[in-house]
T-cell receptor, first 113, second 116 residues
């Protein structure tokens, strides 16, 4: 079945450490996105990529980094510069040229301990 | 950046009754798309319904329908014959056209409780 796989489902990080969240899709979608979800704030865009080897900052990119070396993969690194990283992270993908909705992954819950 | 406002943090409805969730948005563009997403306790985001701004006819998907008022920049979701499985967080979303970033902007969500 086609879809988006996010791993791990739960992730714990010590303060000062970098951590990478995985997002893989087999839908042949061009565009991929990372969102952060906090209670009462909805979803906020961190980074997005329309094509391989190209990505743009979203509204809250500080303290995060991404790469898009393959069409199927869009990993997100939460760096030690992100001051409040505890949140739920959602990855999404879409066909770039057709304005359908996103397909979302099941999310990763990151907790700083 | 575009803004999407959901003014009802929480709503409740009796099973089998009808409920309407509100959404307004701010944009200067004429061509865009609007969506409603459902997020149940599993936290998996599920597309409920979408509306193209150039279409005057309101979108309908089974028990879900929208009231799209372009001039008022309003996009409400009506759920008819509410079921227990409709209990979830509902997010309104605005999508910019391809030539202006092709991004989604989400509201803060409305938590819907269905009372048996």
């Amino acid at each position: 079945d086609g879809g988006i796989t996010q791993s791990p489902k739960y992730l714990f990080r010590k303060e000062g450490q970098n951590v990478t969240l995985s997002c893989e899709q087999n839908l042949n979608h061009d565009a991929m996105y990372w969102y952060r979800q906090d209670p009462g704030q909805g979803l906020r865009l961190i980074y997005y990529s329309q094509i391989v080897n190209d990505f743009q900052k979203g509204d809250i990119a500080e303290g995060y980094s991404v790469s898009r070396e393959k069409k199927e993969s869009f990993p997100l690194t939460v760096t030690s510069a992100q001051k409040n990283p505890t949140a739920f992270y959602l990855c999404a993908s879409s066909i770039r040229t057709v304005l359908y909705g996103y397909t979302f992954g099941s999310g990763t819950r990151l907790t700083v301990v | 950046a575009q803004t999407v406002t959901q003014s009802q943090p929480e709503m409740s409805v009796q099973e089998a009754e009808t409920v309407t969730l509100s959404c307004t948005y701010d944009t200067s563009e004429s061509d865009y798309y609007l969506f409603w997403y459902k997020q149940p306790p599993s936290r998996q985001m599920i597309l409920v319904i979408r509306q193209e701004a150039y279409k005057q006819q309101n979108a309908t998907e089974n028990r879900f329908s929208v009231n799209f008022q372009k001039a008022a920049k309003s996009f409400s979701l009506k759920i008819s014959d509410s079921q227990l499985g409709d209990a979830a967080m509902y997010f309104c979303a605005y999508r910019t056209p391809l030539n202006t970033g092709n991004q989604f902007y989400f509201g803060t969500g409305t938590s819907l409780t269905v009372i048996p």
